[in-house]
Each structure stands twice: as structure tokens, then as C-alpha cells.
């Protein structure tokens, strides 16, 4: 079974600190992403990956930025968290080839507050 | 833009009852279209969907994909209390990207 693992289930900073959301993932997948969550908007997309040290940026990615130094690692940092950013945030990955090109296997998603 | 929007936003049904989720979209370079199921954790895979026309089953659910109209439509029939849900349709080209979502509530 595919595992996508985040490194907080619930995670409280407060405004102007630096924050590292951590993902790993042990299938191998080329592609990963990070969404942000919140009531009535869906899944928003911050930031994608779909190789080593590659990244690209999705439909909200002003005040975030990503890391992916290993493949099966791809990290979400908050350069300086604002109140704004309170949500629930989900990485997945997903598979880059074959019948299941496209199926998306999330983690258990984190819960940021930033007071 | 991409866009996948979702109709309709919420609905409430009694446990019996049909249930119609669709979605609409406009993506560059259409691969796959995807159904999410999320209730109070991450979302869970449903279906995936590529060809026009061709109805994907799993038990009480099914969905269809429209590739010349661009619309995808999710039935489930004979609802239960544990269908209650938030439903999420997906769509690939290079990126994945997600509708707002259909919030189910089935009443017993």
C-alpha cells in the first residue's frame, strides 16, 4: 500500500516565524504536491514537483516556497507564517505513467494555525 | 486557467435517496479525470476516468466522463448514513486540480 506520510497532524506558530511542513512518500513517485484546504474553496494547489530539485508553481503559491532534495521528500515552507495561512494542508503523489497515471494518494493532512 | 467546478455545492438527502454529483472542466491537455471521496481525514481514490462513455461501478457508486461536453457526472444510489461526505472531482493534464467539492449529507 502506497504511504504518504506528514510529519504534523496539528502544528501552532506564531506570525513571522518560519515553518517546514515535511511529506515523504515510499512508492517511488515522480510527482508530488502540496494543496491548502479550507471550507467551501476545495483543494487549492500551492506547489508541485515532478522530479528531484524540480518544482513548479501552482494557483496560490505567494508566501510559500518548496524543497525536493531526495525524491521520495518534498517539503513546504512558510517563510514568514501570516494569519492568512491558518489551513489544513495535504501533499500527495502520485504516479507519472501507467493505467494509474494521475491517481493521487494523500497524507493524513495538516493542521496549521498561526496565531 | 484550469478549472474544474463542482455542482452542486451541498446537498441533503434522506437514506434511500439517488444522489447526482457533476463537474465540469476546462484543462489544456486533458489526461484523467479522478473522484475523491473525503470524509473527516484525506480524501480516499473512488475512480479514475480517461475514456468517454464508459461507466465505472463500484457497488452502489458509478460515474461517467463526457470528453466532448467536459463533464463528469457521480451517481449513488440507494444512499446511507456513511455516504455523508465531501466528494472531490480531479483533473489531470500536468497538474492536478481539484473542484470545490459536493458536501453530502444523507439523513436516516
Known amino acids: 500500500d502506497v504511504k504518504v506520510t506528514q510529519s504534523s497532524r496539528y502544528l501552532v506558530k506564531r506570525t513571522g516565524e518560519k515553518v517546514f511542513l515535511e511529506c515523504v512518500q515510499d512508492?517511488?513517485?515522480?510527482?508530488m504536491f502540496w494543496y491548502r484546504q479550507d471550507p467551501g474553496l476545495g483543494l487549492r494547489l500551492i506547489y508541485f514537483?515532478?522530479?528531484?530539485?524540480?518544482?513548479e508553481k501552482g494557483d496560490i503559491p505567494e508566501g510559500y516556497s518548496v524543497s525536493r532534495e531526495k525524491k521520495e521528500r518534498f517539503s513546504l515552507i512558510l517563510e514568514s507564517a501570516s494569519t492568512n495561512q491558518t489551513s489544513m494542508y495535504l501533499c500527495?503523489?502520485?504516479?507519472?505513467?501507467?493505467?494509474?497515471?494521475?491517481?493521487?494518494?494523500f497524507g493524513q493532512g495538516t493542521r496549521l494555525t498561526v496565531v | 486557467e484550469d478549472k474544474v467546478v463542482q455542482s452542486p455545492l451541498s446537498l441533503v438527502v434522506h437514506e434511500g435517496d439517488t444522489v447526482t454529483l457533476n463537474c465540469s472542466y476546462e484543462v489544456t491537455n486533458f489526461r484523467s479525470l479522478l473522484w475523491y471521496k473525503q470524509e473527516k481525514k484525506a480524501p480516499t481514490f473512488l475512480f479514475m476516468l480517461?475514456?468517454?462513455?464508459i461507466e465505472k461501478k463500484s457497488g452502489r457508486l458509478s460515474s461517467i466522463l463526457d470528453k466532448k461536453e467536459l463533464f463528469s457526472i457521480l451517481n449513488i444510489t440507494a444512499t446511507q448514513t456513511g455516504d455523508s461526505a465531501v466528494y472531490l472531482c480531479?483533473?489531470?493534464?500536468?497538474?492536478?486540480?481539484f473542484g470545490a467539492g459536493t458536501t453530502v449529507t444523507v439523513r436516516a
Open positions: 514537483s515532478y522530479d528531484v530539485k524540480m518544482k
Open positions: 480531479a483533473v489531470v493534464d500536468y497538474k492536478l486540480s
Open positions: 480517461t475514456s468517454s462513455g
Open positions: 500527495a503523489s502520485s504516479y507519472t505513467q501507467g493505467v494509474r497515471l494521475g491517481e493521487a494518494f
Open positions: 512508492m517511488d513517485h515522480e510527482n
